[in-house]
């Protein structure tokens, strides 16, 4: 089996905002070459608008969530990287780290992040 690569959140959000562009290119271009029926170069046109509009936006809301992550400098590669969430990846070698002290040296897992793993947590904690 495969292993998968853990890539920073960042990064992720960045590459899918990148395809978005070309994807949005990529249906005006059909549009281009449909130009000869009206309505499909309209739409393939407006998907097209949508789909640039859309990674402008997912590139703001990056430059957002930048300013909210945490700058490090990774352990592993010494190069500084953001962190966002209570796990992530380095943006350079996609070393996993953390920021909770309880979860250093477990094993990497995305769930460490969601609510419900944190609540979990909580409980467990109260009935020690
Ligand atoms: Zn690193």
């Known amino acids: 089996m495969a292993q998968l690569v853990y890539s920073s959140k960042i990064n992720k959000i960045r590459s899918f905002a990148l395809i978005l562009i070309f994807a949005g290119i990529g249906f005006m271009y059909i549009g281009l070459l449909v130009k000869k029926i009206d309505w499909l170069m309209a739409i393939f046109f407006l998907i097209g608008v949508i789909s640039i509009v859309l990674s402008t936006v997912v590139y703001f809301w990056i430059g957002m969530l930048s300013t909210k992550a945490v700058p490090i ?26 920021l909770d002290k309880d979860l250093e040296g477990k094993e990497f ?4 992040n969601s609510r419900k793993y944190q609540r979990e947590q909580k409980k467990n904690n109260n009935t020690k």
């Open 73 to 98: 400098i990774c352990p592993s590669c010494e190069k500084p990287t953001k962190m966002l969430g209570r796990v992530d990846a380095c943006m350079h070698c996609k070393q996993p780290l953390t």
């Open 109 to 112: 897992d995305e769930k460490y």
